[in-house]
Structures are given as structure tokens and as C-alpha cells.
């Protein structure tokens, strides 16, 4: 079945920031994201389209300025200087800076008691604004090394193009246990939340983020909702 997403990021559609038309194909039997496609018309400099197909990769087109993609925008160009640090390998309390003392990473919601901290209580998630489709997004493009949606309930289509595209980057996007998450219907329970990242991240760094939800809910591996 598809799934469409026509404004993923209602805020930034309205403010001016950004926001995702996302696109997927779902096989309706495993619930795994087939096809995907998400555009960002408001990406600095350019707009650009990220589309992905499940065992063939990712693509990012990069918009040409005459109506048309330019061509893809290969590896070499991603946003990951970050990956070229080495970070500790255990949560600092000492206060940090993203990509220099702890890897950049997004959450779903803003900071509160009991929010996971997979990297320190001072060294807080990024700002990506809006919506959770521009996240999976900055974790495909390797700007990010991560993102947290710390929810036990999904929407399916504000989260599977996103999936897709960051598996088919080379990430990881998995729920709290380590498990691939399948969309089958509307809105989908999943263990602790979803954990994404990004292909330049070491498993340290995903599982890291999963024992960060896992402790932040409360217990050991949540069970399927």
C-alpha cells in the first residue's frame, strides 16, 4: 500500500523553515518499506530529494535551478565531519559540544525528566525543525548521528519514508531492542521508540542510543506495546 505524507512539518511549512513531502510503497504482508521518497523544497542552499528502494540504496538529487534534479550527490559530499572525532566511550556529565565532544544528534520532543540522554545530561539533541520526517532526513545525509523518536506509538506516515531512507543510506533504524520496525496500518506500536543512525555512526553510538530509551522508560527491554 502507499503512504503520502503531503506536509510533514506543519510549522515549518507555515514559518518558512523546513518541512517533508514523503512518499513510501509498504509491503502489506511484513509491513517493511518498499519505495521511498521525501523532498525538502526549503533545504538550504537548495531543495533537494532523497528517494530510496529496499536493497538498491539511497539517492539524494540536489535541485538544478531549471526545474529538473541535477545529478545525485555522491558520498564524498556528506555532511559528517563529526564522524572523524573519537567521543567517549561512556555518558559525560562535563558539558559538551555537538560533533567535537559528543556525536550530533536529534530527539522528538523537547528535553524533560525522563527523556533519554545517550550521551550526557549536558550534552543536549540538536534542533531540527519540523517535523520527524526532517530528521530521518539530517540522519540519511549524515548531518546528524543520530535521532531518538521517543514515542511507543507511530503514525505511519510520518515516519516510514524516513526509515527507509536511512537504512538504504547505509544507517541503522531500528526500535529501543534492536528490531526493524514494521508499518502494518495507520498507526503501529513499537518497543521503546525509534532509533536511527546514521551510516558513518559505529553500533556503539546506536546502541548507546537505544540503552539511553530503554533506561529513560524505566526498564529493561520494553516489550511490544
Not at 39 to 56: F, K, T
Not at 129 to 140: E, P, R, T
Amino acid at each position: 500500500f502507499w503512504v503520502l505524507d503531503p506536509i510533514d512539518g506543519t510549522k515549518g511549512f507555515l514559518t518558512g523553515a523546513q518541512y517533508i513531502v514523503g512518499l513510501a510503497l509498504v509491503d502489506g504482508v511484513s509491513g517493511q518499506p518498499l519505495v521511498a521518497a521525501m523532498g525538502n523544497p526549503r533545504l538550504h542552499p537548495e531543495p533537494s530529494i532523497m528517494v530510496a528502494a529496499a536493497g538498491a540504496g539511497m539517492r539524494m538529487f540536489v535541485h538544478s535551478g531549471a526545474g529538473v534534479p541535477a545529478k545525485p550527490v555522491n558520498y564524498e559530499l556528506r555532511l559528517n565531519g563529526w564522524s572523524e572525532r573519537k567521543y567517549p566511550a561512556e555518558p559525560s556529565d562535563a558539558p559538551g559540544i555537538a560533533g567535537e565532544d559528543y556525536p550530533p544528534w536529534l530527539v522528538s520532543r523537547p528535553m524533560s525528566e525522563g527523556s533519554p540522554l545517550p550521551f550526557g545530561a549536558r550534552s543536549p539533541p540538536g534542533d531540527v525543525c519540523c517535523g520527524a520526517l526532517c530528521k530521518y532526513w539530517s540522519v540519511a545525509a549524515g548531518t546528524h548521528a543520530g535521532f531518538i523518536q521517543f514515542v511507543t506509538s507511530l503514525k505511519t506516515w510520518d515516519h516510514v519514508a524516513g526509515v527507509l531512507c536511512v537504512v538504504e543510506s547505509g544507517g541503522r533504524a531500528t526500535d529501543a531492542v534492536g528490531a526493524p520496525v514494521a508499518f502494518l496500518g495507520r498507526e503501529v506500536p513499537v518497543a521503546g521508540g525509534v532509533v536511527c543512525s546514521a551510516r558513518e555512526a559505529p553500533d556503539a553510538i546506536h546502541e548507546r542510543m537505544t540503552s539511553s530509551v530503554r533506561s529513560a522508560r524505566g526498564a529493561a527491554p520494553p516489550e511490544m506495546p
